[in-house]
T-cell receptor, first 110, second 114 residues
Framework: GENVEQHPSTLSVQEGDSAVIKCTYS??????FPWYKQELGKGPQLIID?????GEKKDQRIAVTLNKTAKHFSLHITETQPEDSAVYFC?????????FGTGTSLTVIP | GAVVSQHPSRVICKSGTSVKIECRSL??????MFWYRQFPKQSLMLMAT?????????EQGVEKDKFLINHASLTLSTLTVTSAHPEDSSFYIC??????????FGEGSWLTVV
């Protein structure tokens, strides 16, 4: 089955700096890669996603890149703000099979 | 995207009793819903896939008789934790498979068994 690895597990950045979270996957059949933000005590919220026919997608301060050959994808947050502090999960999917990464706890220091 | 509502958001029950958690898809007819369990500072653990009108598919190691799942309509799936014990205390989250296989999560339900 699919194996999704996520790094780093914790990340601290100064407000205004960029944050990058990376995930790798093992199954080349995976074709959908969402990213979720989970605030304390709440359910995960979809923030951006990318499909395997696209290499990069951007939404304001958030961008995701996908390298199908290397089987890795990354989340980029620019101009970080304190409200970006949360746990971020990546996932790799084929059909309705979803495999989540282990999460990255991001702290943005004011 | 789909709007997913869970109820209750928090519940405390006595050991040995059963508790039901509801997951509703408010604006999307969902033939497939998923139930997850999450321990503090850990990732999401898929418990079962709920299929409308048929039996749920449970992941290995999840007791189907303890975690009863019913998906009677396209907008509602329920998870019943039967004969709850303190070790069942956890954060339970449902999700809905929307268009394009996109997954949308509910707000989660905190279960505390005392």
């Amino acid at each position: 089955g699919e194996n999704v690895e996520q790094h780093p597990s914790t990340l601290s950045v100064q407000e205004g700096d960029s944050a990058v979270i990376k995930c790798t996957y093992s199954d080349s059949a995976s074709n959908y890669f969402p990213w979720y933000k989970q605030e304390l005590g709440k359910g995960p919220q979809l923030i951006i996603d990318i499909r395997s026919n696209v290499g990069e997608k951007k939404d304001q301060r958030i961008a995701v890149t996908l390298n199908k050959t290397a089987k890795h994808f990354s989340l980029h947050i620019t101009e970080t703000q304190p409200e970006d502090s949360a746990v971020y999960f990546c996932a790799a999917s084929y059909g309705n099979q979803f495999y989540f990464g282990t999460g990255t706890s991001l702290t943005v220091i004011p | 995207g789909a709007v997913v509502s869970q109820h209750p958001s928090r519940v405390i029950c006595k050991s040995g009793t059963s508790v039901k958690i509801e997951c509703r898809s408010l604006d999307f007819q969902a033939t497939t819903m998923f139930w997850y369990r999450q321990f503090p500072k850990q990732s999401l653990m898929l418990m079962a896939t709920s299929n409308e009108g048929s039996k749920a598919t449970y992941e290995q190691g999840v007791e189907k008789d303890k975690f009863l799942i019913n998906h009677a309509s396209l907008t509602l799936s329920t998870l019943t934790v039967t004969s709850a014990h303190p070790e069942d205390s956890s954060f339970y989250i449902c999700s809905v498979e929307g268009e394009g296989n996109t997954i949308y999560f509910g707000e989660g339900s905190w279960l505390t068994v005392v």
